[in-house]
C-alpha cells in the first residue's frame, strides 16, 4: 500500500520557521519527482516546490523563493520542506505529493493527506 504521510505542521507567528516531512512508503520513489503543494481556505491548490530525486535538483514557486527550501533522505524516503520567515498568507494546508514526467505532461500519482500550518500576524 503506497502511502505519503506529512508532519510538522502548527501554529507559527509570523517570521517565525517551520519544518514539514513528507514519509513515503510502500513503493521505490527513486523515479519520482517529490512535490509540496498548499491549499488556503477558499483557494485553489497551489504549487511549493518540487525536487527530483534523481538528481536532487528543484524548483519553487516564486511566492516562496528564498524563504523555502525543499530537501529528500533518500534512505528514509522523506522529503522535508523548511519554511523561513513564514508570512500570514503562508497559511494553508500542505501536501506532498509524488509526481512523473513523461514529456511534458506530470501526473501526480500519489498524494498525501496534509498538514496544517497556521501563520499568526
Known amino acids: 500500500q503506497v502511502q505519503l504521510v506529512e508532519s510538522g505542521g502548527g501554529l507559527v507567528q509570523a517570521g517565525g520557521s517551520l519544518r514539514l516531512s513528507c514519509v513515503a512508503s510502500g513503493r521505490d520513489f527513486s523515479r519520482y519527482a517529490m512535490n509540496w503543494f498548499r491549499q488556503a481556505p477558499g483557494k485553489e491548490r497551489e504549487f511549493v516546490a518540487r525536487?527530483?530525486?534523481?538528481?536532487?535538483?528543484?524548483v519553487y514557486a516564486n511566492s516562496v523563493k528564498g524563504r523555502f527550501t525543499i530537501s529528500r533522505h533518500s534512505a528514509s524516503n522523506t522529503v522535508y520542506l523548511q519554511m523561513n520567515w513564514l508570512k500570514p498568507e503562508d497559511t494553508a494546508v500542505y501536501s506532498c505529493a509524488a509526481s512523473t514526467t513523461v514529456g511534458v505532461v506530470t501526473t501526480f500519482d500519489y498524494w498525501g493527506q496534509g498538514t496544517q500550518v497556521t501563520v499568526s500576524s
Open positions: 525536487i527530483w530525486y534523481s538528481d536532487g535538483s528543484t
